[in-house]
């Protein structure tokens, strides 16, 4: 199908009615830490996440090892890669933490116990929960769940957590303040299924402190 759309000339332009499998229209990744029941840590990518306030939203595999470590253990690690980790972060995505691997990623995924060393990255100690950094992320935010539920279609988990530290390269903050410069940090987009970075700023908004 077909509809009549504008754009920004106001020129006619045809849309067409899709339906993708995805809808990941261009979110960034993240790497979250957690802490398996064995003392040990998981770390796993994922693409569904964005923050309100001091707030951040993660949606989840309900089967996923991150899942199973966050209804027992609810302390974790949202770390950002930048876009030159992309294939650190590709290493990671055809991997599980779960033995057996549960059915629905049998054949794509296989078990890996040592996540931090399949991805080359390295470990670095937070200070108000268990799990660790990536040290290689320019962005590592330390938090705790504080709320965990099905989401309306009860194909995921919703997790809400609550950010206890920020944790920010030095190249990226604005000298002097708390502020990450936004001309200097550009996180990794995944763009239904293929990874970007950021292109040049357009403008800025009214809220805007830096």
């Given at each position: 199908?077909?509809?009549?759309?504008?754009?920004?000339?106001?020129?006619?332009?045809p849309h067409?009615t899709?339906?993708?499998?995805?809808l990941y229209f261009?979110?960034?990744?993240v790497?979250?830490?957690?802490e398996?029941?064995?003392?040990?840590?998981?770390?796993?990518?994922?693409?569904s996440?964005w923050?309100?306030?001091?707030?951040v939203?993660?949606?989840?595999?309900?089967?996923?090892?991150?899942a199973?470590?966050?209804?027992?253990?609810?302390d974790?690690?949202?770390?950002l890669?930048?876009?030159?980790?992309?294939?650190?972060?590709?290493?990671?995505?055809?991997t599980?933490?779960?033995?057996?691997?549960?059915?629905?990623?049998?054949?794509?995924?296989?078990?890996e116990?040592?996540?931090?060393?399949?991805?080359?990255l390295?470990?670095?100690?937070?200070?108000?929960?268990?799990?660790?950094?990536v040290?290689?992320?320019?962005?590592?935010?330390?938090?705790?769940v504080?709320?965990?539920?099905?989401?309306?279609?009860?194909?995921?988990l919703?997790?809400?957590?609550?950010?206890?530290?920020?944790h920010?390269?030095?190249?990226?903050?604005?000298?002097?303040?708390?502020?990450?410069?936004?001309?200097?940090?550009?996180?990794l987009?995944y763009?239904f299924r293929?990874?970007?970075?950021?292109?040049?700023?357009?403008?800025?908004?009214?809220?805007?402190e830096?």
């Amino acid at each position: 199908m077909i509809s009549e759309t504008y754009d920004d000339a106001g020129v006619s332009a045809p849309h067409l009615t899709i339906a993708p499998r995805i809808l990941y229209f261009g979110t960034p990744v993240v790497l979250l830490s957690t802490e398996n029941a064995d003392g040990g840590f998981n770390l796993a990518p994922m693409s569904s996440a964005w923050a309100l306030g001091d707030v951040v939203v993660l949606g989840l595999g309900p089967g996923s090892q991150t899942a199973a470590n966050l209804a027992e253990r609810p302390d974790l690690v949202v770390n950002l890669p930048g876009p030159g980790q992309w294939e650190a972060v590709e290493r990671l995505a055809p991997t599980t933490g779960r033995d057996p691997v549960p059915p629905y990623k049998q054949g794509v995924f296989s078990y890996e116990p040592d996540k931090f060393g399949t991805a080359g990255l390295t470990e670095a100690p937070s200070e108000a929960v268990r799990p660790p950094r990536v040290r290689e992320c320019p962005l590592q935010l330390e938090a705790t769940v504080t709320r965990l539920r099905p989401d309306a279609g009860e194909s995921f988990l919703i997790a809400e957590a609550k950010v206890l530290r920020v944790h920010a390269a030095e190249d990226i903050v604005v000298p002097g303040t708390s502020h990450v410069d936004p001309a200097r940090w550009s996180p990794l987009i995944y763009n239904f299924r293929h990874y970007f970075g950021l292109g040049s700023r357009l403008g800025r908004t009214f809220r805007a402190e830096y």
